[in-house]
């Protein structure tokens, strides 16, 4: 099992930028994919980002295109998620999530483990 802590949430007025941290310690950290996902208040959880073990693969949930980069850094256990351009309605709690890298990389709901979470709203 691996352990996630989600960090670099706050406050930020619409149009300004975030960069959102995640640090994995247990397991192998290059063998997971990692994924970003949000909930806002009163809706379901949705998918962000993700991106493949080491990186070359990267996915993006289509409203998202443009606006938001994931990234990782193996040798730091840290996946990143660099959010630019933001509008209010990006408001909501971000969760860090890992699975097993051998699943099928495009399965988007096969997340196994995940963080608390940390909130981040945009003002307008």
């Known amino acids: 099992q691996v352990q996630l802590v989600e960090s670099g949430g706050g406050l930020v007025q619409a149009g300004g930028s975030l960069s959102l941290s995640c640090a994995a310690s247990g397991r192998t950290f290059s063998g997971y994919s990692m994924g970003w996902f949000r909930q806002a208040p009163g809706k379901e959880r949705e998918f962000v980002a993700q991106?493949?073990?080491?990186?070359?693969?990267?996915d993006y949930a289509d409203s998202l295109k443009g606006r938001f980069t994931i990234s990782r850094d193996n040798a730091k256990n840290t996946v990143y998620l660099e959010m630019n351009n933001l509008k209010p309605e990006d408001t909501a709690v971000y969760y860090c999530?890992?699975?097993?890298?051998?699943?099928?990389?495009?399965?988007?709901?096969?997340?196994?483990?995940w963080g608390r979470g940390t909130q981040v709203t945009v003002s307008s």
């Open positions: 999530a890992a699975r097993d890298g051998s699943r099928y990389f495009y399965a988007r709901d096969t997340y196994e483990s």
């Open positions: 991106i493949s073990q080491n990186g070359r693969n990267r």
